[in-house]
Antibody
Framework: QVQLVQSGAEVKKPGASVKVSCKAS????????ISWVRQAPGQGLEWMGW????????NYAQKLQGRVTMTTDTSTSTAYMELRSLRSDDTAVYYC????????????????WGQGTLVTVSS | DIQLTQSPSFLSASVGDRVTITCRAS??????LAWYQQKPGKAPKLLIY???TLQSGVPSRFSGSGSGTEFTLTISSLQPEDFATYYC??????????FGGGTKVEIK
């Protein structure tokens, strides 16, 4: 069965960096893109960006450009999201999610999600 | 960026009620809209994609409709396990892929 298993909770100081991993299993990793979505405490969902597990192409949300990097390691079927220069408003649960494709091959949603990783930014 | 506005942001309903949630897009997105259900402490779950296609394994009491700028998610007969927060998401134009602000469905 398809599973996305994320790394554990992190506590970071302002200005530091965090790297969250998302290990995929149960499907051909390079056949699907991965998006990262975050959710601040008590708030809604915010899309952070996307990476193609096939060729490593990325698309980032403009507000995070320059602070976020998404990568994959196809040898271990793992996706990574690194966020730098952390601020208190980066405190959130971070999710990885696999793209779902419609009949024409377009992305129609996210059908599998990781369990979430809480990142707390506090001095 | 395309903005998605959900209404209501909160609703109180009873088991067995018919519930409708609306999602309006700031510009036309054809049928590139998905709906998710999220329970506290859990990841979102895909319910509907392409505005009206039920994701595999999702109960048939959930349905979606709409195209262009106005969409609805309907639960025909609310069950105890349906009390959750629901989000719409547009996939027509990105980056960014945007979500609506959410609708929390609580027990009356």
């Amino acid at each position: 069965q398809v599973q996305l298993v994320q790394s554990g909770a992190e506590v970071k100081k302002p200005g530091a960096s965090v790297k969250v991993s998302c290990k995929a299993s149960g499907y051909t990793f390079t056949s699907y893109g991965i998006s990262w979505v975050r959710q601040a405490p008590g708030q809604g969902l915010e899309w952070m960006g996307w990476i193609s597990a096939y060729n490593g192409n990325t698309n980032y949300a403009q507000k995070l450009q320059g602070r976020v990097t998404m990568t994959t390691d196809t040898s271990t079927s793992t996706a990574y999201m690194e966020l730098r220069s952390l601020r208190s408003d980066d405190t959130a649960v971070y999710y990885c999610a696999r793209e779902a494709y419609g009949g024409t091959g377009t992305t129609v949603g996210f059908d599998y999600w990781g369990q979430g990783t809480l990142v707390t930014v506090s001095s | 960026d395309i903005q998605l506005t959900q209404s209501p942001s909160f609703l109180s309903a009873s088991v067995g009620d018919r519930v409708t949630i609306t999602c309006r897009a700031s510009q036309g997105i054809s049928s590139y809209l998905a709906w998710y259900q999220q329970k506290p402490g859990k990841a979102p779950k895909l319910l509907i994609y392409a505005a009206s296609t039920l994701q595999s394994g999702v109960p048939s009491r959930f349905s979606g409709s709409g195209s262009g700028t106005e969409f609805t998610l309907t639960i025909s007969s609310l069950q105890p396990e349906d009390f959750a927060t629901y989000y719409c998401q547009q996939l027509n134009s990105y980056p960014p892929l945007t979500f609506g602000g959410g609708t929390k469905v609580e027990i009356k």
